[in-house]
């Protein structure tokens, strides 16, 4: 059974920075596409950011320029560095693990538990 552990979510102020980590219980990691998505309270789930299997990125509009992903396939473990926060980046975050070619699509096949970003005005 995979898991994926989110962390590193919490409050920040507008402007500020936040990185997210997810650790993945598996043991063919770097085989794999890795996706960040998020809900806001009364929205749909949206893309955010993923890296592929190859570390080819892609970033959602609203974000690309603030938000950085990478993976570290020694550890496991993909991020999102956060910069120049908004009041609109809070959502809860969510890292996902696919199959090659999963990239920006919503079809990932494992899901974390997500982890809460807050930005105060």
């Known amino acids: 059974q995979v898991q994926l552990v989110e962390s590193g979510g919490g409050l920040v102020q507008a402007g500020g920075s936040l990185r997210l980590s997810c650790a993945a219980s598996?043991?063919?990691?770097?085989?794999?596409?890795m996706g960040w998505f998020r809900r806001a309270p009364g929205k749909e789930r949206e893309f955010v950011a993923a890296?592929?299997?190859?570390?080819?990125?892609y970033y959602s509009d609203s974000v690309k320029g603030r938000f950085t992903i990478s993976r570290d396939n020694a550890k496991n473990t993909v991020y999102l560095q956060m910069t120049i926060l908004k009041p609109e980046d809070t959502a809860a975050y969510y890292c996902?693990?696919?199959?090659?070619?999963?990239?920006?699509?919503?079809?990932?096949?494992?899901w974390g538990q997500g982890t809460q970003v807050t930005v105060s005005s």
């Open positions: 598996i043991p063919t990691f770097s085989n794999y596409d």
């Open positions: 996902a693990l696919g199959p090659r070619g999963t990239y920006y699509t919503p079809e990932y096949d494992y």
């Open positions: 890296i592929s299997w190859s570390s080819r990125t």
